[in-house]
């Protein structure tokens, strides 16, 4: 669209150039005595029977002006259909987002395919009961609040974490520290 706003702006550019250059040949012509024929329209038999003759000049002038203001009305044409059509693009083009955006909002508020993604998953795989449950757990507490299935996952991971027995690594200094109070006075 905007490459037809700038030939239209071209052709009108050069409309007025070449309508300015008609002037001035118009202007010339009368200044010089001569027949001083305005327009195309002038031409023909004059009411003495002479014929007004038209410079060549001011016919290619003519001419071009002619052909510059048919292309110039072509391209405003197309441009209107263009701007017609990208009305109801837009209208469309909108419309299109509001469906997607409430069906996404009912996606969402449905569960947001978290709870599609653990019943594929408990499907996928044979789960021992242990399993089972904690899928079940997790399922639930989705469907109380969706937003909420991080915070569940890591509050679970936390929880099995701390039951869990981490060994114990001594340094040096605590060795010498445990050293200290086994040492036996002689």
Avoid at 41 to 48: E, I, N, P, R, V
Avoid at 86 to 94: D, E, F, H, W, Y
Wanted: aromatic residues 8%.
């Amino acid at each position: 669209m905007k490459q037809k706003v700038d030939t239209i702006n071209l052709l009108k550019t050069e409309i007025d150039a070449v309508g300015v250059a008609v002037e001035e040949t118009k202007a010339k012509a009368g200044g010089l005595g001569g027949t001083g024929a305005n327009t195309v329209k002038s031409l023909g038999a004059a009411t003495d029977g002479s014929f007004d003759v038209m410079d060549p000049e001011e016919y290619a002038n003519l001419v071009a002006l002619k052909k510059s203001k048919a292309a110039y009305r072509a391209a405003y044409e197309e441009l209107q259909m263009l701007k017609g059509s990208l009305n109801s693009l837009t209208l469309s083009a909108q419309t299109s987002k509001q469906s997607l955006l409430q069906e996404f909002t009912e996606w969402y508020d449905k569960g947001g395919g978290l709870d599609l993604f653990v019943t594929q998953q408990a499907e996928g795989d044979d789960l021992d009961y242990g399993e089972t449950f904690d899928q079940l757990e997790l399922q639930r507490a989705l469907n109380r609040d969706p937003e909420s299935g991080a915070f569940f996952a890591a509050k679970k991971s936390q929880l099995g974490s701390t039951k869990q027995k981490v060994p114990v690594q001594r340094t040096v200094q605590h060795m010498r520290a445990l050293g200290s109070t086994y040492r036996k006075a002689f």
